[in-house]
């Protein structure tokens, strides 16, 4: 399928867009570099203060770019076109510096949810209370609670008090950051109520405890079932692809690939620096409280991501239990290429 580059954003395309700003220093480029290009979080501290708008695009279940404008920038300059900026995004990303002295921030905030909203009343308004790690737990739920007070505040005032804002806690030191993002991006997606179907449904008939569809590259997740997210077990599962993805490395000879645990298909890769893309990753692994991990490729660079219990109570053994996730997981992959054609159709018919 041929794809034409255009330099307007398609409006079809628009709420796949991220908006990230806030103030200098606040953690922006950190944030793009960390969840997307897996950079190191220490690194960081030597990234140079962006001087103008920056676009990165990202490929996963749904296009995505995110959008950097850099603190510096005044955007409510007459010749910065902010209008048609604001009104083909779909979620603005402020980023408030939680180390830092904020009160400063939270005007810029409210005076850009102003003007974005204006423009554009169905943008998603997400706010980061950012760096964390430097914060003690009370101080916390301290600064939560008085960033989301002010900002409700300052909305009053500008008679803006119906505007949903939602407020996550961060830092790239911990995996607080790709919980935030995970939830930011899923709002973009159309087809998440059908995902999240789907992702019960497969609960329901398997022995399976929870269940994520991460991004690999990025480990954000794209879908989870409808039971809570605990960030522990999101941690260990997005651990897990790492893992899996290290020992697929090992295996690795001559751009052919056999796999290490599990799956039999080979799948082929390529040579060394650019991100190896394989092809049909899966893998299983016991844990020692008696529960599994279960991981297996999905299309476009997802893969599933399921913890499975020890099912004793219906006298299943672990190696029947597996069987029927396996025959589950082929019906839930064969939905989602279903899922994601018909999207595709669509798109292209209204061209
Ligand atoms: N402690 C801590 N420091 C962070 C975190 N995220 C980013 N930083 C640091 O914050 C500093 C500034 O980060 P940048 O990502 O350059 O900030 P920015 O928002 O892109 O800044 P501008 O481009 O000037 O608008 C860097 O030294 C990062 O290492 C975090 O979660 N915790
Ligand atoms: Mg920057």
């Not at 400063?104 to 308004?125: D, G, Q, R």
């Not at 964390?132 to 008085?146: C, H, K, N, T, V």
């Not at 690795?252 to 060394?272: K, P, Q």
């Not at 008696?290 to 499975?308: C, D, E, N």
């Amino acid at each position: 399928m041929v794809m034409e580059a255009t330099l307007i954003p398609n409006p079809k395309d628009s709420n796949a867009t991220i908006l990230l700003m806030g103030l200098r220093r606040g953690g922006k480029s950190s944030i793009c570099k960390v969840v997307f290009h897996n950079m190191q979080p220490l690194d960081t501290l030597y990234l140079e203060s962006t001087s103008k708008p920056t676009t990165e695009q990202f490929s996963s279940l749904i296009d995505l770019s995110v959008m950097e404008l850099p603190g510096q920038l005044n955007y409510f300059e007459p010749n910065y076109d902010s209008e048609r900026l604001f009104s083909s995004v779909g979620a603005l990303v402020y980023v408030i510096d939680s180390q830092d002295e904020y009160l400063n921030a939270l005007t810029n905030l409210s005076m850009i949810i102003e003007f974005a909203y204006k423009v554009n009343p169905k943008i998603h308004i997400e706010v980061l209370i950012h760096k964390i790690d430097g914060l003690s737990e009370d101080y916390r739920m301290d600064a939560q609670r008085d960033i989301m007070q002010r900002t409700g505040d300052e909305l009053l005032d500008l008679g803006l008090e119906g505007v949903q804002v939602s407020f996550y806690l961060t830092s790239i030191f911990d995996h607080s950051i790709y919980e935030a993002f995970s939830r930011i991006v899923q709002k973009l997606i159309p087809e998440l109520p059908s995902l999240e179907n789907m992702l019960d449904n497969l609960v329901q008939h398997s022995s399976i405890d929870k269940v994520f569809l991460f991004d690999i590259n990025s480990k954000i997740y794209v879908a989870t079932d409808s039971s809570p997210v605990d960030i522990q077990t999101y941690e260990v599962c997005a651990e897990f692809i790492d893992i899996t993805i290290d020992l697929e490395d090992l295996y690795v000879e001559d751009g052919t690939s056999s796999h290490a645990n599990g799956g039999g298909t080979d799948g082929t890769s390529t040579s060394a620096p650019s991100p190896r893309t394989p092809t049909d990753l899966k893998s299983i692994s016991h844990l020692s409280n008696g529960s599994s991990l279960y991981l297996k490729q999905m299309i476009r660079g997802l893969a599933l991501v399921a913890v499975i219990r020890n099912d004793e109570v219906n006298n299943l053994t672990i190696d029947s239990t597996v069987a029927i996730i396996d025959y589950n997981v082929v019906l839930f992959k064969q939905s989602l290429m279903k899922m994601w054609e018909n999207s595709r159709l669509v798109y292209d018919e209204d061209q």
